[in-house]
C-alpha cells in the first residue's frame, strides 16, 4: 500500500467520525418526539376499551420504555411528558365522551402515529433504532387497519 492511500484511508476515517456523531445526535432527536408521542398515546388510551385494540395503552408503554432503552444507548435521557404536553391528537382522544368519539379520535391518533414512524425511519442512522422503530411503525399501522371503519363500526 503507497503512502498517499494510507493518507486517504485516515484522512476519510476522520472525516467519517463527525457524520456518525451527527447521526447520533439526529437519532436523539428522533427518538425523544417518538417517546413523547407514545407516551402521550399511552396516557390517551388509559382507561379506553376499543373492541379492535387489546390494550393499546400498555402496548405504547412498552414502546417508551424500548425507545429509552434505544435513547439511553446513546448516552442521553428523555423527560416525561405532563398530562398538559399530550399532543393534540392524544387529547382528542383522552377528552373523548362517546364511542364514535373515541373511534374517530383513534384513528386520527394511529395516523399521526404512523405518519411520526415513517418520517423516523427514513431519518435514522443507527441500524438497531431504525430496526426498533420500523417494528413500532408496523404496529401502529396494524392498529390503524384495525380501526377503519369497515373493520370496526363505531
Known sequence: ????DLFAAALATGLAAPAVARG??????ILKSLIAREEGASAAYRGLRLPALRN???QDAH?????????????SGATPISPEDL???????RD???????HTAAIALETELVDAYREAVLGLTQPAILQAVATMLACHAQRRALLTADSYPP
Open 1 to 4: 500500500m503507497r503512502r498517499r
Open 24 to 29: 447520533e445526535d439526529h437519532d436523539r432527536a
Open 56 to 58: 393499546p395503552s400498555e
Open 63 to 75: 414502546h417508551v420504555k424500548a425507545l429509552k432503552t434505544e435513547l439511553q444507548a446513546l448516552y
Open 87 to 93: 399532543d393534540a391528537a392524544a387529547r382528542r382522544l
Open 96 to 102: 373523548a365522551s362517546t364511542a364514535t368519539e373515541r
